[in-house]
């Protein structure tokens, strides 16, 4: 379910030896399925825990994990990176903002999924985002918002970066993407 570094590991044990004895960590998504769904790692000394919550064994401590969090959670990796500008601990959790779909889940369904876990982080760190709209005769119709709506770059995004990776992932249920934005350049365009 949760994937923890051995550098991830070792820091929560250095953080954990100053805590309540049997202190464990808690990894959580508030807000789980939508748009504004944020992970989170706390501690979690041992009369927090639940009885229907999900203990996963590290070395050193285990990470608990409530029911409503778990299915958000399946593919998350944890991990601990220093270089020279200092250390920080991520956090990444591909299936928090939408549930991991089906493989023979409706087309539509697995788009979108696609939209919400791989490319709408990308398209986060310039403020945009994208939905599917539509799904017709094989062409996912798309609405930029934020950042992408007005940017210069938005017809390289859609074709080079967005379509390709669709067409990649659905060679024979997709022959391409389109725009259905109405495109107003301004402050919140990236370019």
């Given at each position: 379910?949760?994937?923890?570094?051995?550098?991830?590991?070792?820091?929560?044990r250095k953080?954990?030896?100053?805590q309540?004895?049997?202190t464990?960590?808690?990894?959580?998504?508030m807000?789980?399925?939508?748009p504004?769904a944020?992970?989170?790692?706390s501690?979690?000394?041992?009369?927090?825990?639940?009885?229907?919550?999900?203990r996963?064994?590290f070395s050193?401590?285990?990470?608990?994990?409530d029911?409503?969090?778990?299915?958000?959670l399946?593919?998350?990796v944890?991990?601990f990176?220093?270089d020279?500008?200092?250390?920080?601990l991520?956090?990444?959790?591909?299936n928090?903002?939408?549930?991991?779909?089906?493989?023979?889940?409706?087309l539509?369904?697995?788009v979108?999924y696609?939209?919400?876990?791989?490319?709408n982080?990308?398209?986060?760190a310039?403020?945009?985002?994208?939905?599917l709209?539509?799904?017709t005769?094989g062409?996912?119709?798309?609405?930029?918002g934020?950042?992408c709506?007005?940017?210069?770059m938005?017809?390289?995004?859609?074709?080079?970066?967005?379509?390709?990776q669709l067409?990649?992932l659905?060679?024979?249920?997709?022959?391409?993407?389109k725009?259905a934005t109405?495109?107003a350049?301004?402050?919140?365009s990236?370019?």
């Amino acid at each position: 379910m949760i994937t923890i570094s051995e550098n991830a590991q070792a820091h929560f044990r250095k953080l954990l030896e100053k805590q309540v004895e049997n202190t464990n960590i808690r990894v959580f998504v508030m807000n789980p399925g939508t748009p504004n769904a944020e992970c989170g790692v706390s501690y979690c000394p041992p009369d927090a825990v639940e009885a229907e919550d999900v203990r996963l064994p590290f070395s050193g401590f285990d990470a608990i994990i409530d029911p409503n969090s778990a299915p958000f959670l399946e593919d998350a990796v944890i991990d601990f990176v220093s270089d020279q500008m200092g250390s920080q601990l991520t956090l990444k959790a591909p299936n928090a903002k939408m549930r991991k779909v089906e493989d023979d889940a409706p087309l539509a369904e697995r788009v979108e999924y696609i939209l919400q876990s791989e490319i709408n982080p990308s398209l986060a760190a310039h403020g945009g985002k994208v939905t599917l709209v539509d799904l017709t005769d094989g062409i996912a119709v798309l609405q930029f918002g934020g950042g992408c709506n007005g940017c210069s770059m938005v017809d390289v995004t859609l074709k080079e970066g967005i379509e390709k990776q669709l067409l990649q992932l659905f060679p024979d249920e997709l022959k391409g993407v389109k725009d259905a934005t109405e495109h107003a350049r301004g402050e919140h365009s990236f370019y």
